[in-house]
């Protein structure tokens, strides 16, 4: 076999160079895709725009915007043949784009528009000139570069693949019931979504690759799948494996991947315009395992204490503040705090944490004896869980009255440890006013001033994250006795500061705060990183610490938002190893056939596959059994079949004498076959008869057989589809 003949299937232009003809006509527009393949295209470009626009325009919108997508398609193929230029369409798409925003809110604010369509049509008639004049804007770019570029059909894959990452999006953030049309049935079928979400993902990208670099050279398809394989491993390999596991930390350094033995708290706490998350996550669940009932409605999940004073704010000091259990246990070493409550006044609460994100400290509901690790009940959706064990009140804090803060055993370093204050006489003189102010019969009792300075900062504060206090020498004075204009962490350090001048011990606890009065009334507790919280404890001899919050009257922010009761169900479920999220309607697991699914699955690609060699078979077969043009019809077809197999099928827009001539080297005789192929199929005067055309074809499979390796023709011949690319 000749040199020229060996790579003749693997390099169609020398085929073409070759030819017997020695006249080729121009290489066709390969480029323009066949009528199966761009209705397959329309349709992606359609479900995009649709995975896009679904929550922003009304249902017109969304169909002038496909019809409009679609618009773009067809001129860009008329761009293609009239050659426009790719720095036009770099200049004008950003413009043209531009402009159909104006225009459509040119529309929203016309008065005239209005008083025609009312103010529904009016927003009908801005989404339908918006979405549908940028849908036919930017796939008529995308389809332009992709035409003239073939590398840049990767922006018509990230394209699809970002509509569906939108739709998938709402899973994020540990969001694990969203999207619910999808996550209760996966749910209810014990399956995890976030398994689902990514096939749909993967496949989608996967299809889009498929279609939108299929005309790419195999050198260049296989490279962008490499590349495309080799991001996914670097994502997998590097990055944590549990979606989402990782969650940046806060202003209060609550959360966050961080060494555990190593307190952040040294830096300083106060930030300028502090904003935690627009959109909270869940960072934990909380599974109760006793009723209690808060006379506040707030629980508290403190990670840590700040008390020892540092000439600019207080820090952690592990010493002094041994009750609070800041280190993760380990497998059968669990950890136990200092016992400072008083057994008379707290009830003992058991509960069950599990983490969704990492924490540096672990939280646990105040006030925390003992904290136990426990089997991870799904290492996917949770990074710890363990068992912990507290003291809560079961006081109210006003029937503690006559107690003073400080006990007699107290040394004079103790004392002095949660008493400091920075050396300002005016943290001493407001306090004094303040409780100036009492009823004398409770003036010298510790409770009752620590009351009078809490309602004071309620009424006169303000709460706001739109505060500048951090780069002062002493962030709590310029807040106290500056605007007042601050957060939890400004009111916690002011309220700790007033108290220790009255000489009550006090410090500042980090944690989360999380109102249960409008929960779903489960055990579960979900609780969202929107809730990390500062708060003040006082100490009371013969009590221990009390939780003494400070709620300000007065704010610029708006209502938390509520918890998802569904979600927070669907966590507390999936902590219980209920793999359904509680979902199911017996209450049992269903259990899904996956056995006979792949049995069935099995079957169904096998019955394609004997389908697919009979269609085949009967049409390599049918030629026998025909005579006169009949005969010439299908043994003309049947060729082409092989040549299919083989891969040298006609291309999109090919006549099939510029195919004859792109395989010249291979087999000479197919022109002269093609050519009384297609005298038949006109009506020429002197038609090639059956004995004439069964010779052509007789020789144009000899020379198959003698320029193609038999192991190609053997691929060929087990090929089951070839056929389908027959033109």
């Not at 992606?44 to 618009?71: K, N, R």
């Not at 413009?95 to 929203?108: E, N, V």
């Not at 739109?466 to 004075?477: E, I, L, M, R, V």
């Not at 006169?628 to 049947?638: D, E, I, K, M, W």
Request: net charge positive; with cysteine.
């Amino acid at each position: 076999m000749s040199g020229a003949a060996s790579g003749a299937l693997s390099d169609p232009r020398r085929i073409a160079a070759a030819s017997t003809a020695g006249k080729v006509a121009a290489r066709p527009r390969e480029d323009l895709d066949s009528l199966l393949v761009t209705v397959i295209k329309a349709l992606l470009y359609a479900l995009a725009i649709t995975f896009y626009l679904f929550p922003l325009s009304s249902v017109q919108g969304i169909g002038a915007a496909i019809g409009m997508a679609w618009l773009g398609m067809f001129l860009a193929s008329r761009g293609y043949r009239a050659s426009l230029r790719v720095s036009a369409l770099l200049v004008a798409t950003p413009l043209l784009l531009l402009s159909a925003l104006l225009l459509g809110d040119r529309l929203l604010d016309s008065s005239l528009v209005a008083g025609w369509f009312g103010a529904a049509g009016t927003l009908v008639g801005s989404d339908v000139v918006t979405f549908g004049l940028g849908a036919l804007v930017m796939v008529f770019f995308l389809r332009s570069l992709a035409l003239r570029l073939r590398a840049l059909s990767i922006l018509e894959v990230a394209f699809v693949a970002g509509s569906v990452a939108t739709v998938l999006a709402a899973h994020r953030g540990r969001m694990l019931n969203r999207p619910r049309f999808l996550t209760d049935w996966a749910w209810s079928m014990g399956i995890d979504p976030t398994t689902i979400l990514l096939g749909v993902g993967a496949g989608a990208t996967l299809l889009a690759v498929f279609l939108f670099l299929r005309r790419q050279s195999l050198l260049k398809l296989l490279s962008t799948l490499l590349l495309l394989l080799g991001i996914g491993a670097l994502f997998y390999f590097v990055a944590d494996k549990r979606i989402d596991s990782k969650a940046a930390a806060d202003a209060l350094g609550l959360s966050g991947k961080k060494k555990q033995n190593k307190s952040n708290s040294s830096k300083n706490p106060f930030k300028d315009n502090y904003n935690n998350n627009d959109k909270p996550r869940p960072v934990a669940v909380a599974i109760l395992r006793d009723d209690y009932s808060p006379d506040d409605g707030l629980l508290y999940f403190r990670q840590q204490a700040l008390s020892k004073y540092n000439g600019h704010h207080l820090i952690a000091d592990g010493t002094s503040d041994a009750d609070v259990i800041t280190r993760f246990p380990r497998a059968g070493d669990p950890r136990s705090g200092a016992q400072t409550q008083n057994p008379k006044h707290h009830l003992l609460l058991p509960t069950t944490m599990y983490l969704l994100v990492d924490h540096p400290q672990p939280p646990a509901l105040t006030h925390a004896q003992s904290i136990k690790l426990i089997d991870n009940p799904n290492p996917k959706q949770f990074v710890a869980a363990y068992e912990v064990r507290s003291q809560v009140p079961s006081v109210s804090p006003r029937r503690l009255l006559g107690r003073s803060s400080m006990g007699a055993d107290w040394d004079a370093a103790k004392r002095r440890h949660y008493t400091e204050i920075p050396d300002d006489p005016r943290y001493r003189t407001l306090a004094d006013i303040v409780v100036q102010k009492m009823d004398p019969r409770f003036s010298h009792d510790d409770l009752a001033k620590a009351y009078a300075i809490k309602r004071y900062l309620e009424k006169q504060g303000f709460y706001t994250r739109k505060s500048k206090h951090s780069s002062q020498k002493d962030p709590t004075a310029s807040f106290l006795f500056g605007s007042l204009r601050g957060y939890c962490v400004h009111f916690a350090h002011a309220a700790v500061y007033l108290f220790r001048s009255q000489g009550i011990a006090a410090r500042v606890a980090l944690g989360y705060a999380v109102q249960t009065r409008k929960r779903s009334g489960g055990s579960s507790i979900l609780i969202m990183g929107d809730r990390a919280h500062a708060w003040p404890e006082i100490h009371l001899d013969g009590v221990g610490w009390v939780t003494f919050d400070v709620y300000p009257e007065r704010t610029d922010m708006p209502p938390p938002r509520p918890v998802d009761y569904d979600l927070e169900k669907l966590l507390g479920e999936l902590a219980r190893k209920d793999t359904t999220g509680g979902r199911s309607a017996d209450g049992k697991p269903l259990v899904v056939p996956w056995a006979a699914i792949a049995r069935g699955t099995a079957l169904l690609l096998a019955a394609l596959l004997l389908l697919a060699y009979l269609i085949k078979g009967w049409r390599r077969l049918s030629p026998s059994m025909r005579a006169g043009p009949s005969y010439c019809r299908t043994a003309y077809v049947a060729l082409l079949d092989r040549l299919s197999d083989l891969g040298a099928a006609r291309r999109p827009g090919e006549t099939r004498e510029k195919h004859a001539a792109r395989l010249a080297v291979l087999a000479p005789s197919l022109d002269a076959l093609t050519r009384a192929h297609l005298g038949m199929t006109l009506g020429s005067k002197n038609p090639a008869g059956s004995a004439e055309f069964a010779k052509l074809v007789r020789a144009v499979d000899s020379e198959l057989k003698k320029n193609i390796h038999p192991a190609k023709r053997a691929l060929a011949l087990l090929n089951p589809i070839g056929w389908l690319r027959t033109r």
